[in-house]
Nanobody, 123 residues
Framework: QVQLVESGGGLVQPGGSLRLSCAAS????????MGWYRQAPGKQRELVAK???????NYADSVKGRFTISRDNAKNTVYLQMNSLKPEDTDVYYC?????????????????WGQGTQVTVSS
């Protein structure tokens, strides 16, 4: 019913840039907070950046000043611009969103995850 599809991952050299995109599709009434998380093998998934429907943002300390989260509400899409990438940014990046659906005279709000996209920073 609702899907989050990420794109934009890949291999980049240290100091380089990548832009991740995540598009939500399906029976969507509204999208509340959207965010990006990352996870390395054997580690817990951690918040990278989050943006509310009103545009307020927050970032992990490790990415402040280097990453920028933004969203296009008309396209149901969230972006993560990643600059000055470091090898320690290498992870699988996951899109996350709180989405409200309208079905059968009821509203349903659930949390959704994308399938993940690999970001590798290496020379």
């Amino acid at each position: 019913q609702v899907q989050l599809v990420e794109s934009g991952g890949g291999l980049v050299q240290p100091g380089g840039s990548l832009r991740l995109s995540c598009a939500a599709s399906g029976s969507i009434f509204s999208i509340n907070a959207m965010g990006w998380y990352r996870q390395a093998p054997g580690k817990q998934r951690e918040l990278v950046a989050k943006i509310t429907s009103g545009g307020s943002t927050n970032y992990a300390d490790s990415v402040k000043g280097r990453f920028t989260i933004s969203r296009d509400n008309a396209k149901n899409t969230v972006y993560l611009q990643m600059n000055s990438l470091k090898p320690e940014d290498t992870d699988v990046y996951y899109c996350n969103a709180d989405i409200t659906r309208y079905s059968g005279d009821h509203f349903y709000t659930d949390n959704y995850w994308g399938q993940g996209t690999q970001v590798t920073v290496s020379s």
